[in-house]
C-alpha cells in the first residue's frame, strides 16, 4: 500500500484503488489525446486519456460496492460545462503540465459529495484540472513546452456522465470499470 493518504504517489506515478474521472467530449478529445500522445513521444511519459480527477485515491473494496457507490454519485449530480482556463507546471508527477480548470462552485460541490457518498476524508487540497503530461521533468523543458503549445480552440466541454477507474499500478494498467449518466434534474 501507497503512504501517502490519497493513496496516490506524486512523485513516481503509481495509484492504488479507484479514481472518479470526467472525460471531455469530441471534438475537444481528440485534441487533447493528440496534445498528450505528442508530449509523451516527445518526453518518455506514458500515454493517457484526458481527464479531469473529481475523486482519487478511492480505497480498494469490493468492486460491485464500489460501482454501485459510483453509480450513486452519478445520479446525485446535474449535467454541468467545464472550460480548461490555463497552462500550469508542477513538480508533482500527475502534474507535470496540465490545464487549470475555470474554477466552478459545482465543481467542488460535487467533489464533496463524491468524496461523502465514498465516506473519504477531505486529507488534500482539491485541484480540478486536465494534465497534458505525466512525469518528472526539469522545470525548464516544461517551461519549453509551454511556450510552443498550441492550445485547443474551444477550450470547454459539457459533462454529461462520470467514468469510474480501477487505478491500480502504472497509467498503462489503468481499467475503465463503468460510466455513468449523470441524471439528477
Given amino acids: 500500500m501507497l503512504e501517502s493518504e490519497s493513496m496516490v504517489d ?24 493528440s496534445i498528450i500522445q505528442k508530449l509523451a513521444q516527445e518526453c518518455g511519459g506514458p500515454i493517457f486519456k484526458p481527464h479531469v480527477t473529481l475523486l482519487a485515491g478511492i480505497p480498494a473494496g469490493s468492486e460491485e460496492r464500489i460501482v454501485s457507490k459510483a453509480r ?6 446535474t449535467p454541468f460545462s467545464l472550460t480548461l482556463e490555463r497552462l500550469d507546471i508542477e513538480d508533482v ?9 475555470k474554477e ?4 467542488n460541490m460535487y467533489h464533496t459529495l463524491a468524496r461523502q457518498v465514498f465516506e ?35 477550450p470547454f466541454f459539457f459533462v454529461n456522465r462520470i467514468h469510474l ?15 455513468f449518466e449523470l441524471i439528477a434534474s
Fill in 165 to 179: 477507474y480501477r487505478t491500480n499500478g502504472d497509467v498503462a494498467d489503468w481499467r475503465k470499470l463503468g460510466e
Fill in 10 to 33: 506524486s512523485m513516481n506515478g503509481k495509484t492504488e484503488g479507484f479514481h472518479l474521472f470526467i472525460e471531455p467530449v469530441e471534438p475537444l478529445a481528440g485534441e487533447l489525446s
Fill in 93 to 101: 508527477y500527475f502534474r507535470a503540465l496540465y490545464f487549470k480548470i
Fill in 72 to 77: 450513486a454519485v452519478a445520479d446525485a449530480l
Fill in 120 to 154: 473519504m476524508e477531505d486529507n488534500d487540497i482539491y485541484v480540478p484540472h486536465l494534465s497534458l503530461l505525466y512525469g518528472n521533468y526539469l522545470r525548464a523543458k516544461t517551461e519549453k513546452i509551454v511556450e510552443t503549445l498550441v492550445i485547443p480552440s474551444e
Fill in 104 to 107: 466552478t462552485k459545482k465543481m
